[in-house]
């Protein structure tokens, strides 16, 4: 399969024509995720399928700075969602250093033997590969289901920290078990992959420091005349994950949705959990997207599904330390204070939500978190993502905070329509910040007071 797509690749930059049944000859376009679309045959399809995927995994912007050699000898962690790329991630760093052989999966049972039989296992293929710059790159996925892993992972760096730099992929552990005495402290950075972002998808340059006004980043969006409707409608029609993304047929879509759901809670969540009763994870799931958008109750969420308190917060942190949801807590100048108010919850897959305008807000949460997130990881800044509620209840859906202030304030909409005036109040209240209402419709990019704006969702994500 993967000849099948250097084939196709020599033939489109040969600029050979390929014969639609519909219509006449066409030249292929630049290699683009919506190109699928162009072709009836299937052996067609399924070349231009592995191509147009390779093409776009090799885009993610996190690649650019897991691997930097700017961060040194530590571990690279790299967490994230199911089926996300994190695998795809380290595989192509180590082919791009002739080092695939480097790949360690633990799920692999003669890898397990392997370690059992001699801790020191991979000196025979360390001797057979070749270094880049004195230096070889190892990948370790899947260690995290094996017991003690992070004495196991511990020992390899402390033997190897001077000749190899390893990369660790997993998914929610690798996050989770910072909460409690951590073995490894000093010995690893964690970076976090989510599904494809609008911006991901149209610019591979990685986002630049952001100015200290959000102003700033905001003018030459307006300036710059460019909207990306096509792919955000795939975006929002398919999930960011990249098999249903890149398959764009509605049906492999519901059903991949469904045979995830059933694996992280039959899987991830037997592994990462002491929760008993697995099956109010799942009615859970079913409730969650009528919550999307509004604070969500743990003591409402109990009564709807007859359970205490302490096992419905048990079971909603669960779904969060899988990265199922994520979970963006309101502003408040005093930490604590936002722990213990009520948080609201959007899905990592927003294709669970159905209702058009909460499925757009929690793609611009996922966006907004992947791009603050990206920052904080490239140790540019220490970016966060909010909402922003006041005491008579009027809300704004996103603020985002730099160095612990806040930086720009944010609102979702379907359409384009008059900003309300709480939400000016609240940007003069946070230190006279910026505002922005970002809309689904297209072709709008307005200034509608000196620090607030209306654009397009597709031509502010794809320009930040």
């Known amino acids: 399969m993967w000849r099948q797509s250097e084939r196709a690749r020599n033939r489109l930059e040969c600029g050979e024509k390929i014969t639609h049944k519909k219509e006449e000859e066409k030249y292929l376009p630049i290699p683009h995720i919506l190109c699928l679309n162009l072709y009836s045959s299937k052996n067609c399809r399924d070349i231009f399928y592995c191509w147009t995927y390779y093409a776009v995994m090799e885009k993610r912007h996190l690649a650019q700075i897991a691997f930097s050699d700017d961060f040194g000898r530590q571990m690279r962690f790299i967490a994230g969602p199911r089926q996300c790329g994190k695998s795809f991630l380290a ?74 730099r390893f990369i660790v992929t997993g998914s929610a552990q690798l996050d989770s078990f910072r909460r409690s005495g951590d073995s490894l402290a000093g010995r690893y950075l964690l970076f976090h992959l989510f599904p494809f972002t609008l911006r991901e998808l149209v610019r591979s340059d990685l986002p630049a420091t952001p100015p200290e006004d959000a102003v700033d980043l905001i003018t030459p969006i307006m300036d710059t005349v460019r909207y ?49 009763a697995l099956e109010n994870v799942a009615a859970l799931m079913a409730l969650l997207p009528s919550r999307i958008g509004s604070p969500l109750s743990i003591n409402t969420l109990s009564g709807d599904m007859g359970v205490n308190y302490t096992s419905m917060a048990n079971y909603v942190n669960a779904l969060q330390l899988a990265y199922v949801t994520i979970q963006l807590p309101p502003w408040s100048d005093r930490i604590a204070r936002s722990i213990r108010k009520e948080k609201k919850c959007y899905f990592m897959d927003w294709t669970q939500v159905e209702e058009p305008a909460a499925r757009f807000e929690n793609f611009l949460a996922i966006n907004l978190l ?43 909409k379907l359409s384009a329509g008059p900003i309300a005036r709480h939400h000016m109040t609240q940007a003069e209240a946070l230190g006279d910040i910026p505002f922005i209402q970002i809309v689904r419709e297209e072709q709008i990019a307005e200034q509608r007071q000196p620090k607030a704006w209306q654009i397009s969702a597709s031509r502010f994500l794809g320009g930040m």
Not at 98 to 110: I, Q
Not at 256 to 275: C, G, H, S
Request: glycine share 4%; charged share 35%; net charge negative.
């Open 91 to 164: 595989r192509r760093q180590l082919e791009s250093l002739d080092m695939s052989r480097l790949y360690y999966t633990w799920d692999d049972r003669s890898i397990r033997e392997a370690y059992r039989r001699d801790n020191r296992f991979i000196e025979h293929d360390l001797g057979n590969v070749a270094k880049q710059d004195g230096i070889h790159w190892a990948c370790f996925d899947e260690i995290h289901k094996m017991p003690s892993w992070k004495n196991i992972l511990k020992d390899f760096f402390d033997h190897y920290e001077e000749r190899v």
């Open 228 to 276: 990306y409707p096509a792919e955000m409608d795939t975006l929002l029609a398919f999930s960011g994950f990249p098999e249903p993304f890149l398959s764009q047929k509605a049906a492999f879509q519901r059903r991949w949705k469904k045979d995830y759901v059933d694996r992280l809670i039959r899987e991830d969540l037997r592994d990462i959990t002491r929760i008993v």
């Open 370 to 412: 992947a791009w603050t997130t990206l920052l904080t990881d490239a140790g540019i800044g220490d970016f966060d993502l909010w909402y922003v509620r006041t005491r008579d209840g009027k809300e704004s859906d996103f603020l985002i905070s730099r160095d612990r202030k806040p930086w720009l304030l944010a609102e979702a």
